[in-house]
């Protein structure tokens, strides 16, 4: 089992960034595709990016395409998302997953982290 940690949400201006991070606590990292999914009040949870076991391979939702990058440093355990030119429909919390397939599908992910809320003001 993996557990995954979360950080790095907050308050941020539009326009802004923030960088969150998934820890997670198995030395098995590299064998797990990681996926970044948030959700916003009152709304389902929705595909934000993913990432290969290598990191060699991403993939992005269109509404993040070219704002977020996915990364991840299987020697630290840990993935990143890096955000830039935040916009208030950004706002949500953001949780990371672990799983055998890189894809946009949640249910092919085993685990998950208990999430980080990011907020953007207008």
């Known amino acids: 089992q993996v557990q995954l940690v979360e950080s790095g949400g907050g308050l941020v201006q539009a326009g802004g960034s923030l960088r969150l991070s998934c820890a997670a606590s198995?030395?098995?990292?590299?064998?797990?595709?990681m996926g970044w999914f948030r959700q916003a009040p009152g709304k389902e949870r929705e595909f934000v990016a993913c990432?290969?076991?290598?990191?060699?391979?991403?993939l992005y939702a269109d509404s993040v395409k070219g704002r977020f990058t996915i990364s991840r440093d299987n020697a630290k355990n840990t993935m990143y998302l890096q955000m830039n030119s935040l916009k208030p429909e950004d706002t949500a919390t953001y949780y990371c997953?672990?799983?055998?397939?890189?894809?946009?599908?949640?249910?092919?992910?085993?685990?998950w982290g208990q999430g980080t809320q990011v907020i953007v003001s207008s």
């Open positions: 997953a672990a799983g055998p397939q890189t894809t946009s599908r949640p249910t092919s992910y085993n685990y």
């Open positions: 198995r030395r098995t990292f590299g064998s797990y595709a």
């Open positions: 990432i290969t076991r290598s990191g060699g391979s991403t």
